[in-house]
């Protein structure tokens, strides 16, 4: 399944308008939204972030996503939910998905993200908080399992 391009093209996730290195993403789905990559030359691949840059300014989404799914996977909790649950997509998909559904959650209230004022050394002061327990596990039930009718 891991495809090795060439490193002269880049692959650009459409969503997140930028580009990959295909070392960032090895299965060809975007690290951070997990749809699916295009492979494109390096001068598109440039030229389009430009573009992107023009539209859409601040990476400050991107950003905040990240620090949602470093606080989710501490630990190897990441990997320990993929385990658990054996989802049928590689590692990757299944990391920025479920950072979408808490992202999701926090959004609708039943997950909450709890950050300290300042940047800390403390890793435990980065940390998630479940309001609806019984609504994350429905949630991530439903992300796991097999959507047939997608096609
Ligand atoms: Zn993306």
């Not at 070392?23 to 494109?40: F, H, K």
């Not at 300290?116 to 980065?126: F, I, K, L, R, V």
């Amino acid at each position: 399944m891991v495809r090795n391009g060439s490193p002269k093209t880049y692959l650009w996730c459409q969503s997140c308008r930028r580009s990959y290195s295909h070392a960032d993403a090895p299965d060809v789905t975007c690290p951070v939204c997990a749809s699916s990559l295009r492979e494109m030359s390096r001068f598109a691949a440039i030229a389009r972030g430009l573009m992107a840059n023009e539209l859409s300014g601040s990476p400050l989404e991107t950003k905040h996503r990240q620090l949602i799914r470093l606080i989710w996977t501490r630990n190897g909790m990441g990997e320990r939910y993929y385990r658990v649950l054996a989802p049928d997509m590689p590692y990757s998909r299944f990391e920025a998905q479920v950072t979408g559904l808490l992202a999701r959650g926090a959004d609708e209230g039943w997950v909450r993200f709890v950050l300290p004022p300042s940047p800390s050394a403390d890793e435990n002061a980065y940390r998630l908080e479940f309001a609806d327990e019984e609504r994350f596990v429905r949630e991530l039930e439903e992300l796991v399992t097999p959507v047939t009718s997608d096609a």
